[in-house]
């Protein structure tokens, strides 16, 4: 299969091509959070429907990842990336004239499949089109670009929900994804291993679709209905069976659409594992940071996103440089040292405690932040490319798919896990601190109920003078002591990250062919 130079006129559209799709994708991912209460005010949405309009995509997503980097391999890369493309748009087009919130959720689905489709093949079109000496730069192109432009997002969003556009956010899609089609159809050669087996895997599809599906499922209902509802327990249960049926079909598959085969490179093992630890502590302390940033500092949501200023600005102008030295040096050291600044940077967070607020930001919360940042500059175009790098080109699709899917999934995992951890944790402080006023019993009830709230928890009105004020600041310290652990814990993660990636990963990676 012929690879092109990065700075040649094909390696540049099609760096161009791929960059615009996933655009999109980010775009629409952070500028729908801020435009949520303009959604809910116009579709009299309810609190659950806020959370299905954003996680009906994630769901699809997490589902359906390893289908569409397997379906790239199988019947080519461009075809089935320019067809994820045109999925995402039609259902964002949907979205944006949705009358009800129903429509919306349904439509947010459709996204979610064309998005299956399309992120796994962007990177799967950059690694298996680009020449291998440029690989980890270009990939580090694509993070600095996508990074830009996702910054937008918050900015944009905020912009269409003051002025009542929120339908925008999901039409703006359309005209970038008409573009990339055009530059696709036009100047991007089509992109297939002419060798390759292109049967389709028809049982293991439907297995790991399931299974994916009910797993996420399970997670995403642990925060609302806690961990022994039977929603929970049998969606992840259901699920992990049917992964563990995914695995033996493809064991005796003939034509298997992911091949064990492509885990006995340890190199390739150990980076979907990195990868899984690193963006599981980074999904948690990116969470609980922005609560405690709103809830507790008395930050505003303009000034929390201002925060992670630093970890964008790094992230833009480090990726690149690290993706080149990768490809000149081989990835461990980076895929060592940079988990374990990410782990160092959440440890620093973790010791904040109630500031002064946005006036003190650069004493208390900046360093960590830096760190943070740097840490994940440093490991992001690297792990990328070594994931990409350590497998076949035939199987980029594939590979592309699966270390997609993990990082989704450790986002959804960690934020269901440490959701209800944080709970535990804030109820167990919460506990302790009454004990040094005088209330009743069911005073104390009526202040433990609002645990669920964690920082957002607000004294109950039957409290008066200081009571109602000690009440607050105990809740305002036990969500700083959970803050704290949760962080610690998500740099263990980190830390985690760095030994897989000195244990495991190899500069000279084995390419196996399954």
Same mark, same amino acid.
């Given at each position: ?35 949520? /209460?303009?959604?809910?005010?116009? %579709? ?59 429509? %919306? ?12 489709? =399309? ?114 327990? #049998? ?20 034509? +298997? ?73 081989? /990835? ?6 940079? +988990? ?9 967070? #973790? ?6 607020? /946005? ?7 900046? /360093?960590?932040? %830096? ?33 997609? &899917? ?38 104390? !009830?009526?202040?433990? !109920? ?31 002591? &959970?803050?704290?652990?949760? =962080? ?27």
């Amino acid at each position: 299969m012929e690879t092109v130079s990065l700075s040649s006129p094909a390696g540049k559209w099609i760096m161009v091509s791929t960059i615009m799709a996933s655009a999109m994708a980010f775009i629409d991912a952070t500028a729908l959070n801020v435009v949520l /209460p303009s959604i809910q005010k116009s %579709l009299d949405a309810s609190g659950t429907d806020l959370f299905w309009i954003l996680n009906a995509y994630l769901l699809m997503l997490s589902a359906l990842m390893l289908i569409g980097g397997s379906l790239g391999d199988k019947l080519g890369r461009k075809k089935i990336f320019m067809a994820g493309i045109f999925i995402f748009i039609a259902g964002s087009a949907a979205c944006g004239i949705s009358g009800t919130v129903t429509l %919306l959720i349904i439509f947010r689905m459709l996204q979610g499949i064309g998005g299956a489709l =399309m992120i796994p093949g962007s990177l799967s079109l950059i690694s298996s089109s680009i020449h291998e000496k440029e690989r980890g730069k270009a990939i580090g192109t694509w993070s600095a670009f996508t990074t830009v432009v996702t910054l937008g997002g918050p900015v944009l969003g905020g912009a269409l929900a003051d002025a009542g556009y929120w339908r925008y956010i999901f039409f703006i899609n359309v005209p970038i994804g008409i573009a990339a089609l055009i530059i696709l159809w036009k100047l991007v050669k089509e992109n297939r291993e002419q060798a390759a087996d292109h049967t389709l895997d028809y049982a293991g599809a439907v297995a790991i679709m399931l299974g994916l599906a009910l797993f996420t499922f399970g997670f995403l209902r642990m925060p609302a209905v806690g961990w022994l509802h039977w929603q929970v327990y #049998s969606s992840l249960g259901v699920g992990l069976l049917l992964l563990v049926v995914f695995i033996v079909i493809e064991q005796k598959s003939k034509h +298997p659409m992911m091949p064990l085969s492509l885990f006995a490179n340890l190199t390739f093992s150990g980076a979907n594992l990195l990868t899984f630890f690193l963006y599981a502590g980074l999904g948690a302390g990116m969470l609980f940071l922005s609560l405690n940033l709103v809830q507790v500092q008395g930050y505003d949501q303009l000034q929390s996103g201002l925060t992670f200023l630093p970890f964008t600005i790094l992230m833009v102008f480090v990726a690149r440089f690290a993706g080149s030295l990768a490809d000149k040096y081989g /990835p461990r050291l980076l895929l060592t040292i940079g +988990p374990a600044l990410a782990g160092l940077g959440l440890l620093l967070l #973790s010791f904040v405690k109630q500031t002064a607020g /946005p006036s003190a930001y650069f004493t208390t919360f900046f /360093p960590g932040i %830096l760190i943070l940042g740097l840490g994940m500059s440093f490991t992001v175009a690297p792990l990328t490319a070594t994931v990409m790098g350590a497998v076949n080109p035939h199987f980029s699709g594939t590979a592309s798919g699966v270390n997609n &899917a993990l990082s989704r999934i450790s986002g959804v995992f960690a934020n269901a896990i440490f959701g209800a951890l944080a709970v535990v944790l804030f109820s167990g402080a919460l506990q302790k601190e009454l004990t040094q006023v005088q209330l009743s019993d069911q005073s104390k !009830q009526a202040v433990m !109920q609002q645990a669920m709230e964690l920082g957002n928890a607000k004294a109950p009105a039957a409290l008066q003078g200081s009571d109602k004020e000690k009440v607050q600041t105990f809740y305002h310290e036990s969500f700083i002591a &959970a803050y704290g652990k949760i =962080m610690r814990i998500a740099a263990l993660l980190g830390f985690a990250g760095a030994a897989v990636g000195f244990v495991l990963i190899r500069n000279s990676v084995v390419k196996k062919t399954a």
